[in-house]
């Protein structure tokens, strides 16, 4: 009797086994809270970027992204400074460029500086300050800084790089965001803008015309 007791529970144990491994289990996925520093800095903020790279872990729809990306800022030189240049003064730029003054040419729209085989067009913007473009209107950028946040399949993907779409940006899915990071795109300062919520979540990706694009 007892070996028979002993033989019907040790098959109970075995079909309680078989059906445990059977049933499909549900894992919840729990990440840190957003730090409170990185919080401070990106929340409710929009930043012009340069994309560094696009990391993936895990496949399929357990895939999780992460997207490495440079925030820059336009050049901006004192109204005092770029007003009072002086042939021979040097001027030195946030690319860590840097190029002798030859010649100050004013006009209405504000600074034209020659220096050397170069020619530097400086705008005077409406807090005062002077923005710079080469004289194919290429901007000139200071990096600021670099981070590294989760990018979301939920993140709201805005297109405006056609020249022929004057209306508004087509809003495309993850997928397409995906494609165009994992591909030969070049996203940049001049192009590229992101948006993050008040947490410090990255939700909106807008990807602009240009021709450099």
Request: with cysteine.
């Amino acid at each position: 009797m007892k070996k028979l007791i002993s033989f019907l529970c040790a098959l109970l144990l075995v079909c309680c086994a078989s059906a445990a491994v059977a049933e499909p289990y549900v894992s919840n996925l729990y990440a840190p809270k957003t730090p409170e520093t990185l919080k401070t800095l990106l929340g409710g903020k929009s930043f012009y970027v340069r994309v560094n790279g696009i990391e993936v872990s895990g496949e399929d729809e357990d895939a999780r992204f992460r997207i490495t990306l440079t925030v820059c800022e336009r050049d901006r030189f004192d109204a005092a400074v770029i007003e009072n240049l002086a042939v021979h003064d040097i001027l030195q730029f946030g690319n860590g460029d840097a190029a002798m003054v030859l010649e100050v040419i004013p006009d209405e729209s504000g600074v034209t500086v020659k220096g050397g085989e170069n020619v530097y067009s400086f705008y005077k913007e409406e807090d005062g300050s002077y923005t710079v473009t080469t004289d194919g209107e290429y901007p000139f950028w200071t990096e600021v800084f670099s981070v590294t946040v989760p990018l979301e399949k939920d993140v709201r993907f805005l297109d405006w790089s056609d020249p022929e779409n004057q209306g508004e940006p087509v809003q495309l899915g993850f997928d397409a965001l995906r494609d165009l990071l994992q591909g030969d795109t070049n996203f940049s300062p001049y192009n590229t803008c992101v948006t993050f919520d008040e947490n410090g979540k990255m939700v909106e990706f807008l990807y602009n015309y240009s021709p450099w694009n």
